[in-house]
């Protein structure tokens, strides 16, 4: 019959000598043998007690359970049915806290500040580098680019999601209003322009309707502006324009 030293034992099955004296001396695992010089010696049979005490301590049981479970009497196919079914229930646990772990981390991500990344990602052309620094360079110094830089330094990917949306509903009723025929003075197309003002007044920085007239001759006059808005629908950006200057007049005339 073979045997193997506690050294062997050790090296075998990954455990420490130490570990092994510990479960000799408290009754879970006593070697069947002993040497002519006194040292320990295991047989298969009790590899196949050890094999048995690994799997249940990885699966956290405490020592003296395990012992109990060893020396119950059950076969070798029952402790099998029984692991398994502990591992199958620590399984489902596991995937509920990785669950839990991943909505902690996406409520977490969605709290950061978006990075250009995620911007260019979401707007596209509208913020490459060469835009971004250009705009910087020209406004950089004004109250409303510093009012702007103020206001979405903490928005996160969420936070530019719903201005993309809010953005996006804006172009819609205008594209609406021109291809309805509309005209660009019609309480359509001005109510679509009030609510183009008030979403850059909301998201990013204070706009009076005069200075709205100013962004409206810039939509025409930038060939980058118009070209956002025609590729929408040919001639929205001069639409757009005069849209603006109607809505500025309509408030101003009001009071």
Known sequence: MATWTVGQVADLFGVTVRTLH????IGLLVPSERS????RLYTDEDLQRLQQVVVYRRLELPLDEIATLLDGGE??????RRQRATVMSRLDELHELVVAIDRALEREMSNQPATPEDLKELFGDGFRDEYQQEAQERWGETDAW???ASRTKGYALADWEQVKAEMDAVNAAFVAGLTSGQPATSEVAMDAAERHRRHIQDRFYDLSHDFHRGLADMYVSDPRFAKTYDDLAPGLA???HDAIHANADRHSAGG
């Open 22 to 25: 510990h479960y000799d001396e």
């Open 36 to 39: 002519r010089a006194g040292y």
């Open 146 to 148: 510093k009012q702007s």
């Open 238 to 240: 001069a639409y757009v």
């Open 75 to 80: 076969g070798a196919a029952e402790h099998l």
